[in-house]
């Protein structure tokens, strides 16, 4: 993912390189005229390129006509006439073939220089003279931003016509030494021609009004880089810097290392992120053209920072920022951008450093789009470009003001640690996501880390026409999910609830949403049916209702509760207001007292299979012990019938024998 700043916002070269508001074109009216209709001035200017000299030298060949008739008793003549050029030109030096002309300036503004030009001779009607007048656009140095520079590096300058108003003729002629690729702004030239030693000249041919003329020139050429080192103490890490500057260029170089130095411990204290960058941060002068037309260009993967040469301390702090918001830790460019450029601003503050960020006008707002419509890093884009870099920065500004500072290192620590929102309730381990918040999870993170309400921003700047039911159904499913939070209490509720939430799938979410308030209409009567039964109830409907099979894991817990309770109940009613000889025969050796109270023991620790178990064995001893005790009764008088029957049956034989043996005796005796 790239990462782009526009040069105060605005693409248009012109508007990116004359910061200062510099007249690139001559002056519609000037305080002076530049000739009378009576007198015309025509001629060939011509701006030579001289890198080494750190100037554009500029000739203008002119002819001077005197237009008027003298009459029978007056002659008429010039001898001198006014004329505007560049602002801050300089060596000003007007010769002829004849007499001693001269030139000398009036008059210097930020748009332009106003020149008296002597002829040293008269030109009388219906006369022409011809001049040379040479002079320099000199590299004034200082401000990075300045209109024109001239150095090894790069060129630019504004290139006009001069001559008389509505006067045909003349032309602009620019030559640049070899090895500069050129672009060319406004004017009209023919194709380049390259001379010798690779010279290049530009040719506008005849001049349909000279003094109307203007071109804007931008040159540069591969440039030999001077690299520094620094380092920066980012959030308790040493991060070293590599500048690398135009060696033609130190002060570039000096400028970006110490808002760098400077600004990236205040960047992330603000964000309140540590830097996890590894390597060094390699920040690079450039010109626009490098960097697609915009002013600084960041490329995460190669550590590399792009900055234009006339960067100023808001587009180099936005780079510094990019540092964090690099598609890393949000996905959405227009959020990325949005926030560079927030804490940009926050960083300039707080380091006094003006930091002109352009506001969002009436003109940009006609090029209005959403957010989400904003495309990739472009050298095609036009004015929506500008009013996205504009819009985001106003949607961060409010969502700045609304979450505060602590919300936004909030939602930030969560977003680099990829925690969703939808958390369960409770506290314990954090839910991740993959990757990180889009546009939709960045909503989603504000919203519930702060406790505000920020959909009413993405209506106005974010959604497309067709995104915005998504927020509708978002609005009601989160108002679902709230009450069922609520409902639930301090139960969580189950993750794919969750999962769909985050996910935008709110049609699913609902669905799940009213399986799980059916599950807690069950938990009602759990509740009511263990009370009742004087049970005090396990954690695992609640277990259940928290795995990942939810819902229906706990429609069969309740089940399963609900069964038992019932068993335990039965078994209580199966037990006997009092009990009779019979039944207490029958509950010898039984104990469904203690198999009553181990099951419900067994219950309430969530042994639903044993409780059960207990529940009814303990019914079935109470229930049969009648019977049990009949039998048992029946079983005991057999028992004794046999016994009485053999005893009976014993003493019968004993006096059979006895009998037998008193017969053996008497017969004996006879």
Known sequence: ???????????????????????????????????????????????????????????????????????????????????????????????????????????????????????????????????????????????????????????????????????PGGSVTVMFPSGYTIEVFGGAFSAP??????????????????????????????????????????????????????SDDPAWGTRVTGLFERGLPVIASEVGLPWTRTGSLVVQETVSRTTGGYAGLFDPS???????????????????????????????????????????????????EKADAGTLTPQLRQARIPLNAWGAVSAAAGTSEDYAYAASLALATEIGKRAGPEGLRRIWEAAAAHEGAYQAAGGGAAETVPGAPDWRGLLDLLEDKTGKRFDDLWRAWVVRDTEAPLLDARATARSDYNRLVADAGPWRLPGAIRAAMRGWQFDDATTLMAGARAVLARRTDVQ????????????????????????????????????????????????????????????????????????????????????ARGAASARAAWAGASDAGLNRALAAAATLLLILLALVGVASSRRVARRRSSLERRGADL
Do not use: C
């Open 1 to 167: 993912m790239m990462l782009a700043s526009r040069g105060r916002l605005v693409l248009g070269l012109l508007a990116v390189l004359l910061a200062s508001g510099f007249a690139v074109a001559p002056p519609a009216a000037g305080e002076v005229r530049a000739a009378s209709p009576d007198l015309t001035l025509v001629g060939d200017a011509r701006y030579d390129v001289q890198p080494q000299n750190r100037r554009v030298r500029v000739t203008f060949d002119l002819v001077a006509t005197n237009h008027l008739q003298d009459t029978a008793t007056q002659r008429f003549y010039y001898d001198q006439t006014f004329l505007q050029v560049q602002a801050g030109t300089t060596g000003f030096a007007l010769t002829s073939a004849t007499g001693s002309p001269s030139v000398r300036v009036t008059k210097r503004t930020a748009d332009y220089t106003n020149i008296r030009l002597t002829f040293g001779q008269r030109i009388f009607s219906g006369k022409s003279a011809s001049f040379r007048l040479r002079f320099d656009l000199p590299d004034p140095g200082g401000r990075a931003g300045r209109d024109v520079r001239v150095g090894r590096s790069l060129v630019s300058f504004p290139a006009w016509g001069f001559g008389s108003s509505s006067t």
């Open 528 to 611: 009511s049916a263990a009370a009742a039964a004087g049970l005090a109830l396990p954690n695992r409907l609640e277990t259940a209702f928290e795995s990942s099979d939810g819902v229906a894991a706990a429609n069969d817990e309740a089940d399963a509760e609900l069964s038992t309770i019932q068993a335990i109940v039965a078994a209580a009613n199966a037990r006997p207001a009092t009990t009779g000889p019979l039944e207490q025969l029958g509950l010898v050796g039984a104990a469904p007292g203690a198999q009553l109270v181990a099951a419900r023991a067994a219950f309430t620790q969530g042994d639903l299979s044993a409780a």
């Open 302 to 352: 190669a550590g590399r920072i792009e900055v234009a040469y006339y960067a100023d301390s808001f587009v180099i702090l936005h780079e510094a920022s990019h540092s964090w918001f690099n598609g890393a830790l949000l996905t959405d460019r227009w959020a990325n951008e949005a926030f560079a450029s927030y804490y940009a601003l926050v960083a300039a503050a707080k380091l006094k």
């Open 193 to 246: 021609a390259t001379g010798p030693g690779g010279t290049v000249t530009y040719a506008s041919g005849r001049l349909a009004d000279p003094a109307t003329f203007s071109a804007f020139f931008l040159a540069d050429r591969p440039a030999s880089y001077v690299e520094s080192t620094a380092t920066a103490k980012v959030a308790g890490s040493d991060v070293k810097l590599t500048v690398r500057s135009w």
